[in-house]
């Protein structure tokens, strides 16, 4: 008997074609895990999900996971240069209400002046897909979970009994490229193993980034210089009814920021200084899950993790004359903070009747944080839930779904009772429509309470004082399904979204000093939106088509109600791919506008003027070859649009504006791989 834990399944693939028509052609339609009672096709399940599989991550060539979700429709990305990370903006929400799981369980470790989480700190080769939930899913996976959630599931044993895989990529920084220190130099190998009821597996991964120069003069970098390395280990085991499996995943990152010599000698000694920093992260997160099936109508999962988190700015002095690298002791130069998290999730899965399904839960999450940056004393955020979700089917037409949450939060008084109704109709044998409505809640992290930090660049305060955010939301969204007898096969999906956030969290100019910002709850914020995107299969044609329409808040409507409330921006994406099957090669393009987004601000006379984002088109060319037995090539041009940075029509005056500059991505780039997979 195989037992299929929810959380780490593996990708599965289930057929379906018309019952009685068999000269039609069958279409698969992966497998989805993400908030299910058990692992179901996404055309099955009561939520929208989007999926991204492994196949579709090589063909992109991708070496981060930013370059893959940045083909998505109402997901966007703008870079931290002064901290290497990425920002992202999901259903026009920033990063910190988007919920990022590994196989289920949350990532520990958010950072910058953004409180997000890096995408970019996660290995992409060990992925076996990505499953993207957007809408409020508070109930089943708690705060920070208001715009969606992104689940990354991890490559597992297959039914090989070893193999092995490896891959390097080479890549270029835009026009810049080294056999060693310039450009991008990525190395990775992963086995795996099976013995009797046994499974084992690891990985280990090198990203190498070289920074952009670009247009800077001297030591510095306009992109700084990434060095990541990257493993993780498996070990489970399963027989009859009772499956468990243990997951250890490390980080190691260097991000190096060079600084040019000052003009002008140290007074004291007559040197010429330039002052460097370093950003040294590690993480280590421990995973065990398991699950036990008593029976087809009763199982019981577990699920925890533990992550030890740790950040370090390490500055230094060099002096041009000598050489001479000296530890850099003035103020705020040199700091450690150091988080942990501890994660439980215990489920029950029960089937009462054909009709009716029953899901209780508990979920239990501890933050806990110290650093210099961080306030004296006990940083804690412990947040207690238990949840309770019901399936209703009275016929095969119909999925209705509620569910509700109680939380027990040790820094706030959270809303009494958390509720949501997800319903998924099949109108027609083609067509599916789903409804959802949800209450969010979102209580601070700890960076947002206590984390403060002052340099040449950041002068950020954190603020304990800070209210909880809540939100109601609905999504709805129609999916229409047709196979034809020509071989075609399209898919089309119509949806839409409306959030109402209150106490929204953000950055505001302090009243006693104009060059500080602190984190307040700045306003009720909303979003809104809709999208439509449609996919299409003949024979050995890919194509897909999407467009957004999205809504973002615009703050001074609430002091002139004049303005208007939301500023929209559109979005279109599209992929072509074509397989020339007799010699194995597959031809993909990649393609994604972002429209101007408009946006209100003050000009240096404190009036309200109307400036803009500039709009922009990426596109990636990507070309996969399988060659021998054991041997596919890929290789490509990122970015052929060439994008860099964009200039706003205005300053808006924020946290990373730089004279209205936008930092979009390092230009065109070229890129080659060759990947290894053997098994037996």
Do not use: C
């Given at each position: 008997?195989?037992?299929?834990?929810v959380s780490?399944?593996?990708?599965q693939?289930?057929?379906?074609?018309?019952?009685?028509?068999?000269?039609?052609p069958k279409?698969l339609?992966?497998v989805?895990?993400?908030?299910?009672?058990?692992?179901?096709?996404?055309?099955?399940?009561?939520?929208?999900?989007r999926?991204?599989?492994a196949?579709?991550i090589?063909?992109?060539?991708?070496?981060?996971l930013?370059?893959v979700?940045n083909n998505?429709?109402?997901?966007?990305?703008?870079?931290?240069?002064?901290?290497?990370?990425?920002?992202?903006t999901m259903?026009?929400?920033?990063?910190?209400?988007?919920?990022?799981?590994?196989?289920?369980?949350?990532?520990?470790?958010r950072?910058?002046?953004?409180?997000e989480?890096?995408?970019?700190?996660v290995?992409?080769n060990?992925?076996?897909?990505?499953e993207i939930?957007?809408g409020?899913?508070?109930v089943?996976?708690?705060?920070?979970?208001?715009?969606?959630?992104?689940?990354?599931?991890t490559?597992?044993s297959?039914?090989?009994?070893?193999?092995v895989?490896?891959?390097?990529?080479?890549?270029?920084?835009?026009?810049?490229?080294?056999?060693?220190?310039?450009g991008i130099?990525?190395q990775?190998?992963?086995?795996t193993?099976?013995?009797k009821n046994?499974?084992?597996g690891g990985?280990?991964g090198?990203?190498?980034?070289?920074?952009?120069?670009?247009?800077a003069?001297?030591r510095?970098?306009?992109?700084?210089?990434k060095?990541?390395l990257?493993?993780?280990?498996?070990i489970?085991?399963?027989k009859?009814k009772?499956?468990?499996r243990?997951?250890?995943?490390?980080?190691?990152?260097?991000?190096?920021?060079?600084?040019n010599?000052?003009?002008?000698p140290?007074?004291?000694?007559?040197?010429?200084f330039?002052?460097?920093?370093e950003?040294l992260t590690?993480?280590?997160?421990?995973?065990?899950q398991?699950?036990?099936?008593?029976n087809?109508?009763l199982n019981?999962?577990?699920?925890t993790?533990?992550?030890?988190?740790?950040?370090?700015?390490?500055?230094t002095?060099?002096?041009?004359?000598?050489?001479?690298?000296?530890?850099?002791?003035g103020t705020?130069?040199?700091?450690i903070?150091?988080f942990?998290?501890f994660?439980?999730?215990?489920?029950?899965n029960?089937?009462?009747?054909?009709?009716?399904?029953l899901?209780?839960?508990?979920d239990?999450?501890?933050?806990?944080g110290?650093g210099?940056?961080l306030?004296?004393?006990?940083?804690t955020?412990?947040d207690y839930a238990?949840?309770?979700?019901?399936?209703?089917t009275p016929?095969?037409?119909?999925n209705?779904?509620?569910?509700?949450?109680?939380?027990?939060?040790?820094?706030?008084?959270?809303?009494?009772?958390?509720?949501?109704?997800?319903?998924k109709?099949?109108?027609t044998?083609?067509?599916?429509?789903?409804?959802?409505?949800a209450?969010?809640?979102?209580?601070?992290?700890?960076?947002?309470l206590y984390?403060?930090?002052?340099?040449?660049?950041h002068q950020i305060i954190?603020?304990?004082?800070?209210?909880?955010?809540?939100s109601?939301?609905?999504?709805g969204?129609?999916?229409?399904?047709?196979?034809?007898s020509?071989?075609?096969?399209?898919?089309?999906?119509?949806?839409?979204?409306?959030?109402?956030?209150?106490?929204?969290?953000?950055?505001?100019?302090s009243?006693?000093n104009?060059?500080?910002?602190?984190?307040?709850?700045v306003?009720d914020s909303?979003?809104?939106?809709?999208?439509?995107?449609?996919?299409?299969?003949?024979?050995t044609?890919n194509?897909?088509?999407?467009?957004s329409?999205t809504?973002?808040?615009n703050?001074?409507?609430?002091t002139d109600?004049?303005l208007?409330?939301?500023?929209?921006?559109?979005?279109?994406?599209s992929s072509?791919?074509y397989?020339?099957?007799?010699?194995?090669?597959?031809?993909?393009?990649?393609y994604?506008?972002?429209g101007?987004?408009p946006?209100?601000?003050?000009?240096?006379?404190?009036?309200?003027?109307?400036?803009e984002?500039?709009?922009?088109?990426m596109?990636d060319l990507?070309?996969?070859?399988?060659a021998?037995?054991y041997?596919?090539?890929?290789a490509?041009?990122?970015n052929l649009?060439?994008v860099?940075?964009?200039n706003?029509?205005?300053t808006?005056?924020?946290?990373?504006?730089?004279n209205?500059?936008?930092?979009?991505?390092?230009?065109?780039?070229?890129f080659?791989?060759?990947?290894?997979?053997?098994?037996?």
């Open positions: 008997m195989t037992i299929l834990i780490a399944v593996q990708s693939s289930v057929r379906i074609a018309p019952a009685e028509d068999t000269t039609k279409e339609d992966v989805v895990v993400t908030g299910q009672y058990k692992p179901q096709s996404a055309k099955n399940s009561v939520y929208q999900v999926t991204i599989t196949e579709r090589q063909k992109q060539g991708a070496v981060n930013q370059t979700l998505e429709l109402n997901i966007r990305f703008s870079q931290d240069l002064a901290t290497g990370g990425s920002d992202i259903m026009g929400l920033k990063g910190q209400n988007v919920k990022i799981l590994v196989d289920g369980l949350p990532m520990t470790g950072q910058g002046t953004s409180n989480i890096n995408i970019n700190q290995d992409i060990s992925i076996e897909r990505i939930v957007e409020p899913m508070s089943v996976y708690g705060a920070d979970a208001l715009a969606g959630v992104i689940n990354i599931i490559k597992k297959k039914a090989a009994k070893y193999s895989t490896a891959r390097l990529h080479e890549e270029t920084i835009g026009s810049e490229f080294g056999l060693f220190d310039r130099h990525n990775y190998v992963g086995v193993a099976k013995h046994w499974e084992f990985s280990f090198h990203n190498y980034f070289g920074g952009w120069k670009d247009t003069t001297g510095e970098l306009v992109w700084h210089k060095d990541q990257l493993a993780n280990g498996f489970g085991y399963s009859d009772f499956s468990i243990y997951r250890l995943d490390g980080l190691d990152e260097i991000i190096t920021n060079p600084g010599f000052q003009q002008f140290d007074q004291i000694s007559g040197e010429y330039a002052y460097d920093q950003y590690s993480r280590l997160m421990h995973q065990l398991g699950s036990y099936f008593v087809s109508n019981f999962q577990l699920q993790s533990y992550t030890d988190y740790s950040r370090q700015v390490f500055s002095t060099v002096s041009k004359q000598t050489g001479k690298v000296s530890l850099d002791i705020g130069r040199q700091s903070i150091d942990t998290g994660t439980l999730r215990g489920i029950v029960y089937k009462l009747s054909k009709i009716f399904s899901q209780p839960g508990i239990i999450n501890l933050d806990r110290e210099e940056r306030k004296a004393g006990s940083n955020v412990d238990f949840f309770l979700t019901s399936e209703i016929s095969e037409k119909i209705i779904r509620p569910g509700l949450r109680v939380i027990k939060n040790s820094v706030y008084d959270a809303p009494p009772v958390i509720p949501s109704l997800n319903t109709f099949a109108l044998k083609n067509l599916d429509l789903r409804l959802a409505y209450r969010g809640f979102r209580s601070p992290s700890l960076r947002e984390f403060n930090f002052f340099d040449a660049n954190g603020n304990p004082d800070l209210k909880a955010e809540t109601h939301s609905f999504t969204s129609l999916n229409w399904k047709k196979i034809t020509k071989e075609v096969v399209y898919t089309t999906v119509l949806g839409g979204f409306y959030n109402s956030v209150k106490n929204l969290i953000d950055y505001a100019v009243p006693t104009q060059n500080v910002f602190q984190l307040t709850n306003s909303r979003t809104a939106g809709a999208n439509l995107s449609t996919v299409a299969r003949y024979k044609w194509i897909s088509v999407g467009a329409y809504g973002f808040y703050d001074y409507s609430e109600d004049e208007p409330q939301l500023q929209w921006s559109a979005e279109v994406n072509v791919g397989t020339f099957s007799k010699i194995s090669l597959d031809v993909s393009l990649f994604k506008f972002t101007k987004r946006y209100y601000t003050t000009n240096s006379s404190q009036q309200v003027v109307l400036g984002q500039k709009d922009f088109h596109a990507t070309f996969n070859k399988k021998f037995k041997l596919s090539f890929n490509g041009i990122r649009f060439d860099t940075r964009l706003n029509t205005l808006s005056g924020g946290v990373h504006t730089s209205g500059t936008r930092n979009i991505a390092n230009g065109r780039s070229f080659a791989g060759v990947n290894f997979n053997w098994s037996k």
